[in-house]
């Protein structure tokens, strides 16, 4: 965080129309936020003071991860040019609310569409071969210049905890806010044809390859978690899981998604209303159903009633019906969430293969994860 200084920040401040011509930065100091929350960038709080009409006093300043194998991944996946693009083009024009945004920079490099045509081509390629091919990925940890500063809520909301979970009450306010965002670009088919906002369906098989390289480490790291019902399942996804995900991105409506939709990205009001969304580093098209059933399976307790589950959906469902949605049925959407939980459920031991956990919440996050999808997919048949 050492390149924030007084004299960049008074750049990039007068830059944006943040403070006039007249006023200076004159000091900077900074706060490492989030240790053990988030796999692929860092946070700061930046505490700045000026000579002449103050600015924001406090900002937060996000940058891609120091740890070298997560910052790859977030390289092979483009999530540091995504979230900037999609905080500076997208999200403006949307029903969700966001932090205000003093700067969204990432430079260019010219190689994102050559990236984007060599996963196409990959694609291609035998899975005995991909999987190879994964694996080196994941070495290449070298990101262009990437900065996000963004409003400082600390002082006004208070960030979700995806370790505690949610109660049903809160979950319901959150799906209504999710329900309004999904319908805003239900159906959309004039996203920006960018590299950064491709659907996951170019690179189906290349995820299956991580599941394939890392799920038998998985059960053996992480199997205590998981009933003999979820193994069976997570094995049978060697079988099912290429067409099940195809299938998911090309049959049901597609909208824009923000893909790492939980509570650790969300900040609620003194009431508990959700007053904020942050971290859209994997935002893509998709199907709605995907952010549903990624905030139930990692937010609410392994406990939780399926029949509360079931209400859960069908309220969202509700609201996407008072938002203009039609054509999409409640028994539609049901059994594609009975599908995303499968989808879930072969992504999840890529995820925990390839990432740092960093501190032992980070470590807790993933475990009560685990144990939450576990119980959750126990309704699905072997």
Same mark, same amino acid.
């Given at each position: 965080?050492?390149? !924030?200084?007084?004299?960049?920040?008074?750049?990039?401040?007068?830059?944006?129309? !943040?403070?006039?011509?007249?006023?200076?930065?004159?000091?900077?100091?900074?706060?490492?936020?989030?240790?053990?929350?988030?796999?692929?960038?860092?946070?700061?709080?930046?505490?700045?003071?000026?000579?002449?009409?103050?600015?924001?006093?406090?900002?937060?300043?996000?940058?891609?991860?120091?740890?070298?194998?997560?910052?790859?991944?977030?390289?092979?996946?483009?999530?540091?040019?995504?979230?900037?693009?999609?905080?500076? &083009?997208?999200?403006?024009?949307?029903?969700?609310?966001?932090?205000?945004?003093?700067?969204?920079?990432?430079?260019?490099?010219?190689?994102?569409?050559?990236?984007?045509?060599?996963?196409?081509?990959?694609?291609?390629?035998?899975?005995?071969?991909?999987?190879?091919?994964?694996?080196?990925?994941?070495? +290449?940890?070298?990101?262009?210049?990437?900065?996000?500063?963004?409003?400082?809520?600390?002082?006004?909301?208070?960030?979700?905890?995806?370790?505690?979970?949610?109660?049903?009450?809160?979950?319901?306010?959150?799906?209504?806010?999710?329900?309004? !965002?999904?319908?805003?670009?239900?159906?959309?088919?004039?996203?920006?044809?960018?590299?950064?906002?491709?659907?996951?369906?170019?690179?189906?098989?290349?995820?299956?390859?991580?599941?394939?390289?890392?799920?038998?480490?998985?059960?053996?790291?992480?199997?205590?978690?998981?009933?003999?019902?979820?193994?069976?399942?997570?094995?049978?996804?060697?079988?099912?899981?290429?067409?099940?995900?195809?299938?998911?991105?090309?049959?049901?409506?597609?909208?824009?998604?923000?893909? %790492? !939709?939980?509570?650790? +990205?969300?900040?609620? &009001?003194?009431?508990?209303?959700?007053?904020?969304?942050?971290?859209?580093?994997?935002?893509?098209?998709?199907?709605?159903?995907? %952010?549903?059933?990624?905030?139930?399976?990692?937010?609410?307790?392994?406990?939780?009633?399926?029949?509360?589950?079931?209400?859960?959906?069908?309220?969202?469902?509700?609201?996407? /019906?008072?938002?203009?949605?039609?054509?999409?049925?409640?028994?539609?959407?049901?059994?594609?969430?009975? %599908?995303?939980?499968?989808?879930?459920?072969?992504?999840?031991?890529?995820?925990?293969?390839?990432?740092?956990?960093?501190?032992?919440?980070?470590?807790?996050?993933?475990?009560?994860?685990?144990?939450? /999808?576990?119980?959750?997919?126990?309704?699905?048949?072997?």
């Amino acid at each position: 965080m050492a390149g !924030f200084t007084p004299e960049w920040l008074t750049h990039v401040l007068r830059h944006g129309g !943040f403070i006039p011509a007249s006023t200076t930065a004159t000091s900077v100091t900074h706060e490492v936020l989030g240790q053990g929350e988030g796999f692929m960038g860092e946070l700061a709080r930046l505490t700045v003071g000026y000579d002449g009409e103050p600015g924001p006093a406090t900002l937060i300043a996000k940058i891609p991860t120091q740890v070298a194998h997560n910052r790859a991944r977030g390289r092979s996946l483009g999530v540091y040019q995504r979230e900037v693009r999609v905080y500076a &083009d997208l999200l403006p024009d949307l029903p969700i609310p966001v932090p205000k945004v003093y700067a969204a920079i990432y430079e260019e490099t010219g190689e994102e569409p050559a990236i984007l045509e060599q996963m196409r081509k990959a694609e291609k390629l035998p899975l005995w071969l991909l999987r190879i091919l994964v694996r080196r990925a994941a070495s +290449n940890a070298d990101v262009p210049p990437t900065v996000l500063l963004l409003e400082d809520l600390g002082a006004s909301a208070t960030v979700g905890d995806q370790v505690a979970g949610a109660s049903i009450e809160v979950a319901a306010g959150v799906l209504e806010t999710l329900a309004r !965002f999904h319908a805003a670009s239900w159906g959309v088919t004039d996203l920006p044809d960018e590299p950064y906002l491709q659907s996951p369906i170019v690179i189906t098989r290349i995820l299956h390859a991580g599941y394939r390289n890392s799920y038998k480490r998985f059960i053996e790291q992480m199997g205590h978690l998981l009933s003999p019902h979820t193994i069976d399942l997570l094995r049978a996804v060697k079988r099912t899981g290429i067409a099940r995900r195809r299938r998911l991105y090309t049959e049901p409506p597609q909208c824009l998604l923000h893909v %790492d !939709f939980r509570l650790d +990205n969300l900040f609620f &009001d003194d009431d508990e209303q959700l007053a904020c969304v942050i971290d859209w580093q994997t935002s893509t098209p998709g199907p709605a159903v995907y %952010d549903l059933c990624y905030f139930l399976t990692g937010s609410l307790a392994a406990a939780t009633a399926e029949s509360d589950i079931d209400d859960l959906i069908a309220r969202y469902h509700q609201c996407l /019906l008072a938002s203009g949605v039609t054509g999409y049925s409640l028994e539609q959407l049901r059994s594609d969430y009975d %599908d995303c939980l499968m989808v879930l459920l072969e992504g999840m031991p890529l995820g925990v293969d390839d990432l740092e956990f960093g501190d032992e919440r980070g470590r807790e996050l993933i475990e009560r994860w685990i144990e939450r /999808l576990d119980a959750r997919v126990r309704h699905i048949p072997a």
